[in-house]
Nanobody, 125 residues
Framework: QVPLVESGGGLVQAGGSLRLSCAAS????????MAWFRQAPGKEREFVAT????????YYKDSVKGRFAISRDNDGTTVFLQMNDLKPEDTAVYYC??????????????????WGQGTQVTVSS
């Protein structure tokens, strides 16, 4: 059993759009922060966006502000990442994550205890 399952990745040209989704198998995750991270070949995993419980607050990596939007469904167990105006540098495996933490470091991977297996996003020129 996998607690988080991502979908929606694919191959698009620069300027295109994709919508990723992540389904949580445990209802308790509705009270967790849920986030998207990504990892490109040869690079460290990096933060993309986070939504706090039921989407009360959102936080973004600076380079995706204005292009990406994170959202959650009404029960908080599915998180989405709408990606517009995609650029080649967005190419990576995208992972969703869930965690419950008591600090303000929303972009810190160590705050997230549950991870999906990733979905590939490839952006070509």
């Amino acid at each position: 059993q996998v607690p988080l399952v991502e979908s929606g990745g694919g191959l698009v040209q620069a300027g295109g759009s994709l919508r990723l989704s992540c389904a949580a198998s445990r209802p308790a995750f509705s009270s967790y922060s849920m986030a998207w991270f990504r990892q490109a070949p040869g690079k460290e995993r990096e933060f993309v966006a986070t939504s706090t419980s039921l989407g009360g607050s959102t936080y973004y990596k600076d380079s995706v502000k204005g292009r990406f939007a994170i959202s959650r469904d009404n029960d908080g167990t599915t998180v989405f990442l709408q990606m517009n105006d995609l650029k080649p540098e967005d190419t990576a495996v995208y992972y969703c994550a869930a965690g419950s933490y008591y600090n303000t470091m929303h972009d810190y991977s160590g705050n997230y205890n549950w991870w999906g297996q990733g979905t590939q996003v490839t952006v070509s020129s």
